[in-house]
């Protein structure tokens, strides 16, 4: 049993892994592993306990699954290509006419379309972070600027909610920037859907020893304890009453663990039912540019 294994189980109580095996007869599995420390009276170490599960067919279903969504996505996303470039031609044509609700129409046709096409690339996005296939280009740019930009776009277009800028301190980060505003955006708009009755949201920004974290505190219905432990689970939505009455289909606050994971950082809730929520990320900070 590797030692890592048993640091673990010994520092968490148990430690689970999961990768292929091969059997004597040169066939493999895909196995689940459990190991637990085994403790004497004394409360020392006695021995550790490893259980294997074949989870070969659960594996490929999932793979199976994943294998859909990424085929089903381009297919979509085929289409889609096709119908941006005639909405474009039908809106070049319509310039040179005078119907007036004909360019509405087409605003509104041009809508739908964006709509589908933020599915679509969300789809492609859950695939390729549970393929732990997502490429990052990575570059070194100020947590503050990249904030502040954010939020001006974002506010020209939220009218009952004051998105407030906190502690707006310099650092930089060495990180893929559309895949964390992808994160942001998703935070924020999250905010402002879950809290319709407030007029305001926070974003903070604070700095530790060697990394950055990045809040947004929203004054809404706020989150279950139970809901909690499952809130960045694919597909996962909040339930409730109310939650129910708010569209989505779970896949935001999945794909933002995801890329945040990936840049090996962290990310988390906190809330409290009927107060709000606060949902923070943190990022190692790119050393020597305090500026």
Known sequence: MPKREQEIAIKEGRCEDENWIVRKDKSRFYANGLTTPIFCTDKKIAGFVKITRDFTEKRELEQRKDDFIHTASHEFKNP???????????QKHLEKTNDEKAPSLVNKVQHQ??????????????????????EFHKTTFSVGAWLK?????????????????KNNIRVKVYADKEYLTQVIVNLIMNAIKYSPQANKMIVRVTKGKST??????????????KSQEKLFGCF???GGTRGRTIPGLGFGL????????R???TIWVKSEEGKGSTFSFSLLLKKS???
Do not use: Y
Not at 113 to 134: E, F, P, Q
Not at 254 to 261: A, D, L, N, Q
């Open 289 to 291: 540019t305090f500026s």
């Open 236 to 238: 996962f939505r909040v």
């Open 263 to 265: 840049h090996n950082g």
């Open 149 to 165: 930009e954010i939020i001006e776009d974002l506010q020209t277009i939220v009218e009952q909610h004051t998105i407030i800028l």
């Open 80 to 90: 889609l290509t096709s119908m941006q470039a005639f909405i474009q031609i039908l």
């Open 254 to 261: 999945f794909i933002s663990k995801g890329i945040i994971e």
């Open 212 to 225: 950055v974290t990045v809040s947004v505190q929203d004054f809404g219905i706020g989150i279950s304890k």
């Open 113 to 134: 379309h964006d709509r589908l096409l933020a599915l679509v690339n969300s789809l492609l996005d859950v695939a390729k972070i549970t393929a732990g296939a997502i």
